[in-house]
């Protein structure tokens, strides 16, 4: 019997962190699945560091990034490098994953080529197109071109089957996230940055910062920051850590309005190891960032979502994390209230995270395997090509 020939297709970190115990566990599977992996480098050196940590090595690297290039760039580069590569190994599947550019121009250029997608964390909505900009609609138009639907809830579930998504498409998995997250947090981990170096996370009170969101630029970051110094002055066993985005307009107003404040410490981004450690070590979270809300709640951290709405409204329902917006006020007052009620924050970190226990990939590859079976005793090779 002929191999299962999978591309699997993502450019970003946080993609990168996702999808590498996909790849993994479709690796494991070599007699069944031939896997090839492609990246677009829609991000490059954060994308690398990811590579190597998960010890990834890429078969097809489309290094697209360029300097200030728009996402009609990244639309472009993606279609053009991945035809030649669809038109060159002739996949069976390719697996995309959640809201990136990189995935929705990766499975627009597949169904082009009639090669069924398969689409991992599927089903996420915040129902506002503009919020997240302009991942809402990169995940809602690659799932209306996926064949096979991996959703981490069944809220995720419920959501496509509204949108008359083939039930029998769907499937609950949990979010990979959570598997890569434990595959490395429980290993023994210092510090390099000088600043982290100096903290004692069991008597002072770290608060990780997050903020990177094009929807946030502008008067609701400098919001955000303004509430963050208040917190930072006011209580003396509070540190701040905001890893600056590399966006140069976030760095300015980040350090214009924090960079004095002798408690806050403004660090480059960290590497994927680094992070998650840190999440591990903090008080509680601040973030605008999607995956951010579904980890941290697997560490037991509290986290309060500095946007205006959110496409994990399960994290909400289950109560471990709150959505506070963006309104200066508003964010002092969330923080405010976790840093002077315990019970607030025993509850957040006692709620059950409802992104599964770490064993999604190894979920989406036996129900791929189960898929191209039964395509096989059918007679049908390849899928719907």
Do not use: W
């Not at 996420?124 to 809402?136: A, G, K, Q």
């Not at 910062?209 to 963050?228: S, W």
Request: aromatic residues 8%; charged residues 25%; without cysteine.
């Amino acid at each position: 019997m002929s191999r299962i020939k999978v591309l699997v297709i993502f450019g970003t970190r946080p993609e990168a962190i996702k999808m590498a115990p996909v790849v993994k566990a479709l690796e494991k599977e070599s007699d069944f699945f031939e896997t090839r992996t492609l990246v677009t480098g829609q991000h490059r050196e954060m994308l690398d560091q990811v590579l190597d940590i998960f010890g990834l090595h890429p078969d097809y690297d489309l290094d697209i990034m360029l300097r200030a290039q728009s996402i009609s760039d990244i639309t472009r580069r993606v279609m053009d490098g991945t035809e030649e590569i669809l038109k060159s190994f002739s996949p069976d599947i390719l697996l995309v994953h959640g809201d990136t550019t990189t995935s929705f121009a990766a499975a627009l250029t597949g169904f082009y080529h009639r090669i069924p997608i398969g689409h991992v964390e599927a089903g996420l909505r915040s129902y506002n197109r503009y919020s997240p900009f302009p991942e809402e609609m990169n995940r809602t138009l690659t799932g209306q071109l996926a064949n096979l639907h991996f959703a981490p809830t069944k809220g995720n579930e419920k959501n496509l089957i509204n949108e008359n998504i083939d039930r029998e498409t769907i499937f609950v998995t949990g979010n990979t996230v959570i598997d890569a997250l434990l595959s490395v947090v429980d290993s023994k981990f210092d510090f390099q940055e000088p600043a982290l170096r100096e903290m004692d996370f069991s008597l002072e009170r770290v608060i990780l910062l997050t903020a990177h969101r094009r929807e946030n630029f502008g008067p609701p970051m400098e919001k955000i920051f303004r509430a963050v110094r208040r917190i930072a002055e006011e209580y003396e066993d509070v540190r701040v850590v905001y890893p600056m985005h590399l966006n140069p307009g976030v760095r300015a107003i980040a350090r214009g309005i924090l960079g004095s404040s002798p408690r806050v410490h403004l660090i480059e981004p960290l590497e994927y190891l680094g992070f998650a450690h840190l999440m591990k070590q903090s008080f509680m979270i601040l973030t605008d960032s999607g995956g951010i809300q579904e980890e941290a709640p697997a560490l037991g951290k509290p986290v309060l979502v500095l946007r205006e709405e959110t496409e994990r409204p399960e994290a909400v329902a289950a109560g471990t994390v709150k959505v506070v917006g963006t309104e200066e006020e508003n964010v002092y007052a969330a923080v405010r209230n976790l840093l002077e009620n315990p019970s607030e924050v025993l509850g957040m970190t006692r709620a059950i995270n409802p992104y599964g226990e770490g064993r999604s990939a190894q979920r989406i590859v036996s129900i791929l395997k189960e898929h191209f079976k039964d395509l096989k005793k059918r007679g049908i090779e390849g899928g719907e090509k």
